[in-house]
T-cell receptor
Framework: EAGVAQSPRYKIIEKRQSVAFWCNPISGHATLYWYQQILGQGPKLLIQFQNNGVVDDSQLPKDRFSAERLKGVDSTLKIQPAKLEDSAVYLC?????????????FGPGTRLTVT | TQLLEQSPQFLSIQEGENLTVYCNSSSVFSSLQWYRQEPGEGPVLLVTVVTGGEVKKLKRLTFQFGDARKDSSLHITAAQPGDTGLYLCAGAYGSGGYQKVTFGTGTKLQVIP
């Protein structure tokens, strides 16, 4: 079974530029998550999709971040314009919603550096 | 958003020692997961605990869910260098059709050969 795919793996941009990240979850997984992880800290949820609907985007900085999952499969996260404090690893995860277990499977992440 | 505090934040031990990592909250969770993350990779699921008081063992790792489902612990016996990594707990909460998940603050473990 293929895992969660993310691209690109690394991205370096200047502040005020825009950037987009792509995620393809495990086949059949209805729930998809985007996280922001600062080095050495726990992941912070940015947005959670159930199929192509948004379940939780309370911590997404909506003035600069946007995400979509148009056909309920793959997803794109965009930052426009980027700030220095956006430098982090952006993780995508998916799960099947197995009752109360909520076990997530993560992609390798995209390391973003904003200069 | 429910908060999960992990302690200690950093831990550096010698190979063969035992250690315990704690994950605490004032909120109740329907389930709790433990993950390990290595540099440059995404977190990898180790275990899920669902029932209050539940204990699960995975080789040298023992996981316990608190009776009130507000806290959890991870105990490693005879740590090895391969156990080095960032350990994360994550709790699922909410009601209705969609539950939410929150991650702990993380514990960075270094096992020195």
């Amino acid at each position: 079974e293929a895992g969660v795919a993310q691209s690109p793996r690394y991205k370096i941009i200047e502040k005020r530029q825009s950037v987009a990240f792509w995620c393809n979850p495990i086949s059949g997984h209805a729930t998809l998550y985007w996280y922001q992880q600062i080095l050495g800290q726990g992941p912070k949820l940015l947005i959670q999709f159930q199929n192509n609907g948004v379940v939780d985007d309370s911590q997404l900085p909506k003035d600069r971040f946007s995400a979509e999952r148009l056909k309920g499969v793959d997803s794109t996260l965009k930052i426009q314009p980027a700030k220095l404090e956006d430098s982090a690893v952006y993780l995508c995860a998916s799960n099947e919603r197995l009752g109360p277990r909520y076990e997530q499977y993560f992609g390798p992440g995209t390391r973003l550096t904003v200069t | 958003t429910q908060l999960l505090e992990q302690s200690p934040q950093f831990l550096s031990i010698q190979e063969g020692e035992n250690l315990t990592v704690y994950c605490n909250s004032s909120s109740v969770f329907s389930s709790l997961q433990w993950y390990r993350q290595e540099p440059g990779e995404g977190p990898v699921l180790l275990v899920t605990v669902v029932t209050g008081g539940e204990v699960k063992k995975l080789k040298r790792l023992t996981f316990q869910f608190g009776d009130a489902r507000k806290d959890s612990s991870l105990h490693i016996t005879a740590a090895q260098p391969g156990d080095t990594g960032l350990y994360l707990c994550a709790g699922a909460y909410g009601s209705g059709g969609y539950q939410k998940v929150t991650f702990g603050t993380g514990t960075k473990l270094q096992v020195i050969p």
